[in-house]
């Protein structure tokens, strides 16, 4: 079974510029996350879908941030414009159902701002 | 909000000693998670107690869920170099919507 695919691995930025992230969970997963995990910190959840429909977007920063799952397969989560501060590793995760599953991490986007 | 705090942050220990990190939550939860990430790596799910009380083990690793639902401590017998990483504790709160409120992680290192 294939795991979480991100893309891109690195990605090294400005401020003020923009950047996209892709993910493409595992296949018949409902529920999709993205997670912001700052150096020496747990993930924070940034939002959650179930299929494609948002289900918890109460820490993404919106006036910057954005995503969507169109499809309620793949997403992307862009932002624009970037800040020193969004420097981190953003992952995505899925489950089988936004119930009490475990989640399935990929391996990640590293983000630097300079 | 809901907050999920891990002590202590980090903690070498010798290769064959015990190790144990706690977890507590500012409120209580409908199920605990534990994950383990290894350096440059990504979390990867280790187990989840949903019981009040509830103790399960995997080989050398014993997970214990608190009677309140409160706290949870992951306790691991004579540790090797291959449990090196940082484990995560992470709460699903009452609501029951999947939202996982992860702590901060306890970072152990094994001296050979």
């Known amino acids: 079974e294939a795991g979480v695919a991100q893309s891109p691995r690195y990605k090294i930025i400005e401020k003020r510029q923009s950047v996209a992230f892709w993910c493409n969970p595992i296949?018949?997963?409902?529920?999709l996350y993205w997670y912001q995990q700052i150096l020496g910190q747990g993930p924070k959840l940034l939002i959650q879908?179930?299929?494609?429909?948002?289900?918890?977007d109460s820490q993404l920063p919106k006036d910057r941030f954005s995503a969507e799952r169109l499809k309620g397969v793949d997403s992307t989560l862009k932002i624009q414009p970037a800040k020193l501060e969004d420097s981190a590793v953003y992952l995505c995760?899925?489950?089988?159902?936004?119930?009490?599953?475990?989640?399935?991490f990929g391996p990640g986007t590293r983000l630097t701002v300079t | 909000g809901q907050q999920v705090m891990q002590i202590p942050q980090y903690q070498h220990v010798q290769e064959g000693e015990d190790f144990t990190t706690y977890c507590n939550s500012s409120?209580?939860?409908?199920?605990i998670q534990w994950y383990k990430q290894r350096p440059g790596g990504h979390p990867v799910f280790l187990i989840q107690?949903?019981?009040?009380?509830e103790v399960k083990k995997q080989k050398r690793l014993t997970f214990q869920f608190g009677e309140a639902k409160k706290n949870s401590s992951l306790h691991i017998t004579a540790t090797q170099t291959t449990d090196v990483g940082t484990y995560f504790c992470a709460g699903h709160g009452s609501s029951n919507t999947g939202k996982l409120i992860f702590g901060q992680g306890t970072t152990l290192q094994v001296k050979p």
């Open positions: 995760a899925s489950s089988v159902t936004a119930a009490t599953y475990e989640q399935y």
């Open positions: 409120t209580t939860l409908s199920n």
């Open positions: 296949s018949g997963h409902a529920t």
């Open positions: 107690l949903v019981k009040s009380g």
């Open positions: 879908f179930q299929n494609n429909g948002v289900v918890d």
